[in-house]
């Protein structure tokens, strides 16, 4: 009869702080942890941001695998089956052209250049495009002399996240502390 709040879970390994925490989190136990045992680059939504980044400044080229990769990031908006329907759309549109080219081929391109996807109207095109236009305006503010910090939130801002995952965290359950985990991330960036 112990309340939460004074219970306290050790580990031997702060790499299994996650783990553990995620596995208490789906039996409805609440938790807290400190950003402090685990790095930013290991949390998903700080490297999703900094590689969302590098994308735009040409510091990681675009391809197929990390466009498929960040187009299903909570910042690319898309499920896995809206990415094979963006995949399949594109591909019946260049075999309409006589082109013998995966759709999946075509994203990466698409991702630098968002027109490409004016030629669809569904929702996972346009937030396929909204996210292309993200990394272009990166870009343009890059080359204006905008600091990483401006960058950064320019993705955050332009992700319509806050507004979602502030809801989340303040209901209960696994998506509340997953959510919080996700903004406390994020805030430690900033």
């Given at each position: 009869?112990?309340?939460?709040?004074?219970?306290?879970?050790?580990?031997?390994?702060?790499?299994?702080?996650?783990?553990?925490?995620?596995?208490?989190?789906?039996?409805?136990?609440?938790?807290?942890?400190?950003?402090?045992?685990?790095?930013?680059?290991?949390?998903?939504?700080?490297?999703?941001?900094?590689?969302?980044?590098?994308?735009?400044?040409?510091?990681?080229i675009i391809d197929r695998d990390n466009a498929a990769e960040i187009l299903v990031s909570p910042?690319?908006?898309?499920?896995?089956?809206?990415?094979?329907?963006?995949?399949?759309?594109?591909?019946?549109?260049?075999l309409a052209d006589g082109e013998h080219i995966t759709g999946g081929d075509v994203i990466p391109?698409?991702?630098?250049?968002?027109?490409?996807?004016?030629?669809?109207?569904?929702?996972?095109?346009?937030?396929?495009?909204?996210?292309?236009?993200?990394?272009?305006?990166?870009?343009?503010?890059?080359?204006?002399?905008?600091?990483?910090?401006?960058?950064?939130?320019?993705?955050?801002?332009?992700?319509?996240?806050?507004?979602?995952w502030r809801d989340e965290a303040l209901s209960s359950g696994f998506l509340a502390d997953e959510?919080?985990?996700?903004?406390?991330?994020?805030?430690?960036?900033?």
């Open positions: 009869e112990v309340p939460w709040n004074q219970m306290t879970v050790i580990v031997r390994n702060s790499a299994l702080v996650s783990t553990y925490a995620r596995a208490l989190a789906h039996a409805n136990v609440p938790t807290r942890t400190h950003m402090s045992e685990t790095s930013l680059q290991q949390h998903a939504v700080t490297r999703d941001m900094m590689m969302i980044v590098k994308m735009s400044l040409g510091r990681v910042f690319g908006g898309l499920s896995a089956l809206e990415l094979r329907r963006l995949r399949l759309a594109f591909r019946h549109d260049r391109e698409a991702l630098r250049d968002p027109t490409l996807f004016d030629a669809f109207d569904f929702a996972p095109a346009r937030r396929a495009a909204r996210f292309a236009e993200t990394l272009g305006l990166i870009k343009s503010q890059a080359a204006n002399g905008s600091t990483i910090e401006e960058l950064l939130w320019t993705v955050w801002s332009r992700s319509g996240l806050a507004t979602q959510a919080n985990r996700n903004l406390d991330a994020v805030i430690a960036l900033f």
